[in-house]
């Protein structure tokens, strides 16, 4: 029976119980939701699906699979359980084996099969017997416990083995048995049964076997010019030479070898795995006090707080730009970096998140990042703030520590198109979701807690989730290093705002950061040495306008605002006068203005604006002082808009053109002066209304929902029919046919549609198919053909 | 968090709130590894650098004890990247070790197998090294001793030198603590010099430096080389010596430009070493040729370059350095470090203040405005001549005549860089004025007069303010120029202005045009005092009247 359909039978049979855990465990299975059983089972077994499924896996679990696999064959019916897996599996008793692949059964990973023939006879057996599903064989990979493939396989793989083969067995007398061998497959068969004999081994020289133990965990090695190295009954004392010459190992091609399955499995005693790693890696040991811990991360957290509002500030005064290729170029993250008061990696931090947040959006028309929520994001209060730093950095697929020059990166600019890693959502949460679970594991004393490594958290996850791993390992470190830069790590231990972080547990969260983080302070002190030191976390609005005044120094968690004659006439074009510059000081010091600054303020006012500059459309000039006076008082000149500002010289708001009109009609005869030619560049307007909303963070809910789930569960038990031939399971089993047919090597009959949608049938042999795309042979033809297989809408079995 | 009075900047900096009920216990606390940069009324800035870590490593502070004082005064959460280089930092002193091994003489020893092979390879120390003894032992040449502490500082593994020293001639010195003894303080530094074998004490102006010096001789009781700064300072420590030790005039030698004595203890000037004479420097002779059992370097912060290239070579012998601050203008702390040792005794704060150190002069910036032919005079000069000419503003004069009136019965100094100005001024206010052409008698003549109290007016220039013998005044107005360094100016100011009889503060009149150069140096120098603590302010030339 197709293991799809056995597979919709047996989930169907399940009680809701066992389905709500499936679906828990592999969300993808309903989302979107599936009409039957069927189409459960055909999603369940479709590739994507499984390798989301492997990668949920710990390592003993995977390795049970795997030798699952390789002991099971589903075209002879050859079904496994956990007697026939206990010789395959070193360490591991009957319970633990029917305990994981009860957990495997309960995935859909594999399903429950009939025992084997010979089982099957003597009955009373009630041992439960399993298959994989289909596929599985095919997202495992080619090399399932990093055994080898059979020598069978191997003659089909190369062509030049399988001319070889029959030399070689014939140059083993113990491999040919007497007899003459002539063709590769009964070749094949001979090592495959001389191989798994201890005497092979045996009789290899020592440094041949010293050889074949570099082939432990892996079977393909490099070996240069490994064909011309296969000399079938000539005398050898190279080691790798003597291999190849024996069939122990196998030339893929001229430069590569590989270990074949029998050889392997002798070289682990008859294992497929040798040891059941049943025991997790235990955690680290090394600690760091609590105290210390708490330093770091409240220390992370105002800064990542500062740097993130200063972006803010900064980015709505200058947008930021960028380079042609996309992201924030050196020069301008230079400026940045020496506007933030920080170091280039913070910046690129402070960059990344606050895009990840939303406070600055990149405008297209302009190619600059602008600050479009910089104001809300100011109002908001800290702890707010850095939940939704915190929330952000948590989904956002880009990874910022990959342009931090710290991590070896910084290739890449921040904010390029690049720094995108489609897995560094989940990896990020599964690192958190590991530094949580060993310092939850460690017994740490009172006032100690776990530091946890970046090598920590690969080995736990080796362990935990191996297939998960191989794909974390290149973001871990970045991870790490961007975690305890925002505060979810102190000290290398995670924080308590980083665990609550972990267990979606927004409300506690922001509780803490309530609690923690220090009230912002309105108090500053200011100094005769000309600066203003604010003691703490100013509030907002008082640094903007502290910063407008003078200018920051120092980095930290107190600013330093140095006051200079070049600073308060910046606050002077900005409207401030010498008053609401004292009134503001004044109010805000704990101590009163001293005297030199005071001195500074009003020396400066009082010396503001001796040159004025303003806008006028146009000038009249004369020497005659009095024709511009009487201009003045004419009232039809009043349209123009005139002002004197010296006896021979008076502006207009109209243009040249429209006041020469009107004083050729008041009977003048103006010369329009074409040597002032004003250019005035407009300025863009700030962000306008529809500025773009900030998202408000929410621990991300549960996919799929228990409302979700439990519609599914209704519509699943609705269907009358367990395998309804649905719509979407059809596919699947087409496919399921297709490949059975192809591991047969028979021929099968398909309906196909052609462009015109014209149905044919026709009897074909598949020969492979991948990517949407199936391989056949044409007996009548004698042609191979390439079909989609969206166009084949039945498969039979010839 | 607590409510310290530190703010720990993650730029290496610490900030003291001075008005905090805890500053003096935090303040104490953290003098042992960070040095003090700014002063001003409210905020003082510490700075936290890898010398002072050492330095306190080197007085048996280790790194838990720093991060438990950071930890526990500061307000705010300490950066972390911050507590991590202090514990790094720390841990590189003495790692290396210089030490005497019976076999093979001076060696440099380790525990730290790669520490050893990282600095063996350095290119600027291989040369300064001999064989290799074993893995963590290398022997060194004798001669390289200072050369390779300073080599080993410059690439951060300061090295601790046990390897003692020579003995020297012995000669009895004792103290004479008769109607006096050496105040509590004074004996703590020099046992823990003693103890530490080189190294140097921090006191401030005024502590009983030099009595230090002593207790330092009479523990050494061997012959004794003196290193001052100056003749009026050799002679000094010469009646300080003989007034509190048991050495008599025949045992102390002066050797300066005009006296050249060779005696058991010997007071040489910092000038005379290093006059250079067909490019060699014929008196350093007299240190290398006698066998001296102690140095001491007075005002370590001044000492001048070649004297550190020669006491690179006295690494055997016993080394004193006394100094009111381990800041040099140049950066050469590192060097004071390597060569003549860690720092062995800080006097504590409070002592600083009680001896009147701080906040003395009450300093006043009057800000005249130029006419306008000056100020077009000044818009259209060369850039060369821009700051004499607002430097020399004839407004000034004016108003240092209405000041100089008004302090009619102070003792008054007019302090100038330009002749023709000063000429003027002296004439107009009825002053003698010295400057460089008068003889060295007519101005001994003066300055005796001033400090006498006969003659309450001065107009001194620059050269002649350079001078160290210029006598104390209670009232000072800088016309033009400025006093070399900024750090030599609040020191010169500290010394020159001493506050007046009946209490109240000696007063620093700094006259400036206002929208020139003028004001712009002046700013810096504003800063500069302010940060040490002067109290400042700044008045219109029109409002002095009322001030």
């Given at each position: 029976?197709?293991?799809?359909?056995?597979?919709?039978?047996?989930?169907?049979?399940?009680?809701?119980?066992?389905?709500?855990?499936?679906?828990?465990?592999?969300?993808?299975?309903?989302?979107?939701?599936?009409?039957?059983?069927?189409?459960?089972?055909?999603?369940?077994?479709?590739?994507?699906?499984?390798?989301?499924?492997?990668?949920?896996?710990?390592?003993?679990?995977?390795?049970?699979?795997?030798?699952?696999?390789?002991?099971?064959?589903?075209?002879?019916?050859?079904?496994?359980?956990?007697?026939?897996?206990?010789h395959a599996v070193g360490n591991a008793t009957l319970g633990t084996l029917d305990a994981i692949l009860a957990e495997l059964s309960q995935l859909a990973l594999i399903y429950r099969a009939d025992p084997p023939d010979s089982i099957h006879s003597a009955s009373g057996s009630r041992r439960r017997y399993y298959q994989p599903v289909a596929r599985l064989r095919e997202v495992l990979g080619s090399y399932p416990a990093g055994l080898g493939r059979c020598y069978t396989e191997l003659t089909s793989v190369s062509q030049f083995f399988a001319e070889k083969a029959a030399d070689i067995v014939n140059a083993i007398p113990a491999a040919a048995q007497q007899q003459h061998v002539e063709h590769h497959i009964a070749a094949a068969y001979a090592l495959e049964r001389w191989a798994a004999l201890p005497e092979a081994l045996e009789s290899a020289p020592p440094k041949a076997r010293e050889v074949l133990s570099k082939f432990t965990n892996w079977p393909v090695g490099a070996v240069p010019h490994a064909e011309a190295r296969v000399r079938p009954g000539r005398k050898t004392d190279n080691p790798v030479d003597w291999l190849l010459s024996h069939g122990l190992l196998v030339?893929?091609?001229?430069?590569?070898?590989?270990?074949?399955?029998?050889?392997?499995?002798?070289?682990?005693?008859?294992?497929?795995?040798?040891?059941?790693?049943?025991?997790?890696?235990?955690?680290?040991?090394?600690?760091?006090?609590?105290?210390?811990?708490?330093?770091?991360?409240?220390?992370?957290?105002?800064?990542?707080?500062?740097?993130?509002?200063?972006?803010?500030?900064?980015?709505?005064?200058?947008?930021?730009?960028t380079l042609r290729a996309g992201?924030?170029?050196?020069?301008?993250?230079?400026?940045?970096?020496?506007?933030?008061?920080?170091?280039?990696?913070?910046?690129?931090?402070?960059?990344?998140?606050?895009?990840?947040v939303g406070i600055i959006t990149l405008d297209v028309d302009t190619s600059?990042?602008?600050?479009?929520?910089?104001?809300?994001?100011?109002?908001?209060?800290?702890?707010?703030?850095?939940?939704?730093?915190?929330?952000?950095?948590?989904?956002?697929?880009?990874?910022?520590?990959?342009?931090?020059?710290?991590?070896?990166?910084?290739?890449?600019?921040?904010?390029?198109?690049?720094?995108?890693?489609?897995?560094?959502?989940?990896?990020?949460?599964?690192?958190?979701?590991?530094?949580?679970e060993l310092s939850g594991e460690a017994n740490s004393a009172e006032g100690r807690a776990v530091v946890v490594r970046a090598e920590d958290v690969r080995t736990r996850l080796e362990w935990a989730q191996p297939r998960l791993a191989r794909r974390l390992r290149g973001l871990l470190d970045g991870v790490l290093v961007e975690a305890t830069m925002i505060g979810f790590l102190g000290s290398g231990a995670i924080t308590r705002a980083g665990s609550a972080v972990v267990r979606g547990d927004y409300e506690g969260l922001r509780a803490l950061l309530e609690e923690i983080l220090p009230q912002s302070v309105d108090r500053i002190h200011l100094q005769a040495d000309l600066t203003a030191v604010a003691p703490g976390y100013l509030e907002p609005g008082l640094a903007r306008r502290l910063a407008l005044l003078a200018d920051p120094e120092g980095r930290g968690p107190a600013t330093i605002y140095r006051f200079s004659a070049a600073s308060l006439r910046r606050a002077l074009d900005a409207g401030e006068d010498a008053a609401s510059i004292s009134a503001f000081l004044a109010q805000h010091a704990e101590a009163g203005v001293p005297q030199p600054l005071a001195y500074l303020i009003e020396d400066t006012a009082g010396r503001y604006g001796r040159i004025r500059i303003g806008r006028a459309g146009s000038f009249i000039a004369s020497d005659d002082e009095a024709a511009l006076a009487g201009l003045l008082r004419e009232p039809s000149a009043q349209q123009l808009g005139l002002t004197q500002i010296a006896p021979t010289v008076l502006v207009s708001n109209a243009t040249p053109q429209e006041a020469a009109t009107v004083l050729r009609e008041l009977g003048l005869a103006p010369a329009i002066d074409s040597s002032?030619?004003?250019?005035?560049?407009?300025?863009?307007?700030?962000?306008?209304?529809?500025?773009?909303?900030?998202?408000?963070?929410?621990?991300?809910?549960?996919?799929?929902?228990?409302?979700?789930?439990?519609?599914?569960?209704?519509?699943?038990?609705?269907?009358?029919?367990?395998?309804?031939?649905?719509?979407?399971?059809?596919?699947?089993?087409?496919?399921?046919?297709?490949?059975?047919?192809?591991?047969?090597?028979?021929?099968?009959?398909l309906n196909i549609v052609d462009a015109l949608g014209n149905s044919t049938v026709e009897e074909l042999r598949p020969v492979s198919i991948s990517a949407g795309r199936v391989r056949v042979f044409d007996p009548e033809r004698e042609t191979e053909r390439v079909l989609s297989v969206h166009r084949i809408i039945d498969v039979e079995l010839a | 968090m607590s409510d310290g009075p530190l703010i720990v900047q993650s730029d290496k900096t610490i900030l003291l709130e001075v008005d905090h009920e805890k500053a003096t216990e935090a303040r104490h606390a953290i003098a042992a590894f960070a040095e003090l940069e700014r002063a001003p009324e409210h905020v003082h800035t510490y700075r936290v650098t890898p010398l002072g870590l050492w330095n306190a490593r080197a007085a048996g502070i280790d790194a838990e004890k720093v991060l438990d004082t950071l930890l526990r005064y500061s307000r705010f959460p300490v950066p972390h990247s911050l507590l991590i280089d202090v514990e790094e930092t720390m841990s590189r002193y003495g790692r290396l070790r210089l030490e005497k091994d019976p076999q093979h003489g001076l060696v440099m020893r380790t525990d730290d197998y790669p520490v050893l092979e990282e600095v063996m390879r350095a290119k600027k120390i291989a040369p300064l090294l001999g064989p290799r003894i074993d893995g963590e032992t290398v022997v060194v040449h004798s001669s390289e001793r200072g050369q390779l502490k300073q080599a080993l500082l410059k690439i951060g593994w300061p090295a601790d030198d046990r390897a003692g020293y020579v003995d020297g001639t012995p000669h009895p010195i004792a103290l004479e603590e008769t109607g006096w003894s050496l105040r509590p303080y004074q004996r703590l530094a020099a046992e823990?010099?003693?103890?530490?074998?080189?190294?140097?004490?921090?006191?401030?102006?005024?502590?009983?430096?030099?009595?230090?010096?002593?207790?330092?001789?009479?523990?050494?009781?061997?012959?004794?080389?003196?290193?001052?700064?100056?003749?009026?300072?050799?002679?000094?420590?010469?009646?300080?010596?003989?007034?509190r030790t048991s050495l008599t005039e025949d045992e102390i030698g002066e050797y300066s430009g005009s006296v050249k004595e060779v005696r058991p203890v010997t007071i040489a000037t910092y000038q005379v070493l290093t006059v250079k004479r067909g490019g060699l420097y014929p008196h350093l002779e007299l240190v290398d040729q006698n066998d001296w059992g102690l140095i001491v370097y007075d005002e370590v912060h001044l000492l001048p370059a070649p004297i550190f290239r020669m006491t690179a070579d006295l690494q055997a012998r016993r080394r004193l350095g006394l100094t009111a601050t381990l800041v040099r203008e140049d950066g050469r702390e590192g060097e004071v470090f390597s060569l003549i040792g860690p720092k062995r005794y800080d006097a504590p704060w409070k002592d600083i203040e009680a001896q009147g150190y701080i906040a003395p002069a009450d300093c006043v910036e009057v800000r005249v405005d130029l006419p306008r032919e000056e100020r077009m005079a000044y818009a259209m000069a060369d850039d060369a001549d821009k700051y004499r000419l607002c430097a020399s503003s004839e407004t000034k004069t004016d108003v240092v005549e209405r000041l100089v009136a008004r302090h009619a019965n102070d003792q008054l100094l007019v302090i100038g860089q330009y002749i023709d100005q000063l000429d003027e001024i002296g004439e107009r206010v009825n002053a003698p004025v010295i400057k460089g052409s008068t003889s060295v008698k007519e101005r001994q003549r003066l300055f005796d007069a001033f400090r006498a109290g006969e003659l309450n007016r001065l107009v001194v220039s620059k050269v002649a303010n350079f001078s160290i013998d210029l006598p104390?005044?209670?009232?000072?107005?800088?016309?033009?120029?400025?006093?070399?360094?900024?750090?030599?100016?609040?020191?010169?100011?500290?010394?020159?202005?001493?506050?007046?009889?009946?209490?109240?503060?000696?007063?620093?009149?700094?006259l400036v045009a206002r929208d020139t150069l003028d004001q712009e140096f002046a700013a810096k120098r504003q800063r500069f005092l302010a940060e040490q603590g002067y109290a400042y302010r700044i008045v219109d030339a029109a409002d002095l009247a009322k001030d």
């Open positions: 029976m197709s293991s799809i359909r056995a597979l919709a039978e047996e989930l169907s049979a399940r009680g809701n119980d066992a389905l709500r855990r499936l679906f828990a465990a592999r969300p993808d299975l309903i989302t979107p939701g599936v009409p039957d059983f069927a189409a459960l089972a055909a999603r369940a077994c479709a590739r994507v699906s499984l390798q989301r499924a492997l990668e949920s896996l710990s390592k003993p679990q995977l390795q049970v699979l795997e030798a699952l696999v390789l002991t099971t064959d589903e075209d002879e019916g050859r079904s496994g359980s956990a007697v026939e897996l206990r030339p893929l091609d001229d430069e590569h070898v590989e270990l074949p399955r029998p050889v392997g499995l002798a070289l682990r005693g008859g294992r497929i795995v040798p040891g059941l790693a049943l025991d997790p890696p235990p955690p680290p040991a090394a600690t760091t006090s609590t105290a210390l811990r708490r330093n770091a991360a409240l220390g992370a957290i105002g800064e990542v707080l500062r740097l993130v509002s200063g972006l803010a500030v900064e980015a709505s005064e200058r947008p930021i730009e992201g924030v170029g050196t020069r301008e993250l230079r400026r940045l970096t020496a506007a933030l008061r920080a170091d280039s990696d913070q910046t690129v931090l402070a960059l990344e998140l606050a895009a990840a600059t990042w602008r600050a479009t929520a910089a104001e809300e994001w100011l109002a908001l209060s800290r702890p707010e703030q850095w939940l939704r730093i915190a929330a952000a950095w948590l989904d956002t697929p880009r990874v910022a520590s990959l342009a931090m020059a710290a991590e070896g990166g910084g290739q890449l600019a921040p904010l390029a198109g690049e720094g995108q890693r489609p897995d560094a959502a989940a990896v990020r949460r599964r690192v958190l979701e590991v530094a949580a002032f030619d004003p250019a005035v560049r407009l300025q863009r307007s700030r962000g306008g209304t529809d500025a773009p909303r900030l998202p408000t963070p929410e621990p991300r809910p549960a996919v799929p929902s228990v409302d979700d789930v439990e519609a599914q569960l209704a519509i699943l038990r609705n269907q009358s029919a367990v395998v309804a031939n649905g719509d979407e399971a059809a596919p699947m089993l087409g496919i399921e046919t297709l490949q059975k047919a192809i591991r047969l090597k028979r021929a099968v009959r | 823990n010099f003693w103890a530490g074998g080189s190294g140097v004490v921090v006191l401030p102006c005024g502590a009983g430096k030099t009595l230090v010096g002593a207790a330092a001789m009479a523990q050494s009781s061997t012959t004794t080389l003196i290193l001052v700064t100056n003749t009026v300072s050799a002679r000094q420590w010469k009646q300080e010596l003989l007034k104390e005044a209670a009232v000072a107005i800088q016309v033009s120029g400025s006093f070399g360094s900024r750090q030599e100016e609040a020191q010169r100011l500290g010394r020159l202005l001493r506050p007046k009889a009946d209490g109240r503060a000696a007063r620093f009149y700094a």
